[in-house]
């Protein structure tokens, strides 16, 4: 019988799944988003949105080196929560109601609730 390998990440995707000694820490599932974390060779932890290390949100501009770097496991954990945060609650809510403002245009007898 053939036995098939199947990361824990698809077990338990809300858990933060860690390859310590790989240096790397993965979520599958936090509000829709694949979060990683990498340990660098300077002992620094970046934060990455899926496979994007090159990410901002408005208060948090991406350093000069192109990617953010932390001292520590868990201030790469809150750069990451703070971030999906920042785009599902105020950049989706702004898309759906710029949305609804397009559809409203094409179609005036259309009123849609926000």
Same mark, same amino acid.
């Given at each position: 019988?053939?036995?098939?390998?199947?990361?824990? #990440? &698809?077990?338990?995707?809300?858990?933060? !799944?860690?390859?310590?000694?790989?240096?790397?820490?993965? $979520?599958? !599932?936090?509000?829709?988003?694949? @979060?990683? #974390?990498?340990? $660098?060779? =300077?002992?620094?932890?970046?934060?990455?949105?899926?496979? /994007?290390?090159? *990410?901002?949100?408005?208060?948090?501009? @991406?350093?000069?080196?192109?990617? *953010?770097? &932390? +001292? /520590? @496991?868990? !201030?790469?954990? !809150?750069? $990451?929560?703070?971030?999906?945060?920042?785009?599902? +609650?105020?950049?989706?809510?702004?898309?759906?109601? $710029?949305? %609804?403002?397009?559809? %409203?245009?094409?179609?005036? =007898?259309?009123?849609?609730?926000?």
């Amino acid at each position: 019988m053939i036995e098939r390998f199947k990361s824990p #990440i &698809f077990y338990d995707s809300s858990t933060w !799944q860690a390859n310590v000694k790989g240096g790397v820490w993965e $979520l599958g !599932q936090y509000r829709s988003c694949y @979060l990683t #974390i990498r340990r $660098l060779d =300077n002992n620094m932890y970046m934060p990455l949105m899926g496979a /994007t290390k090159a *990410f901002s949100w408005p208060g948090n501009e @991406l350093p000069a080196k192109g990617y *953010f770097e &932390f +001292d /520590t @496991l868990e !201030q790469a954990k !809150q750069c $990451l929560y703070d971030h999906v945060d920042y785009i599902r +609650d105020v950049r989706d809510a702004e898309s759906i109601i $710029l949305l %609804h403002e397009r559809l %409203h245009t094409a179609m005036p =007898n259309v009123h849609l609730k926000v």
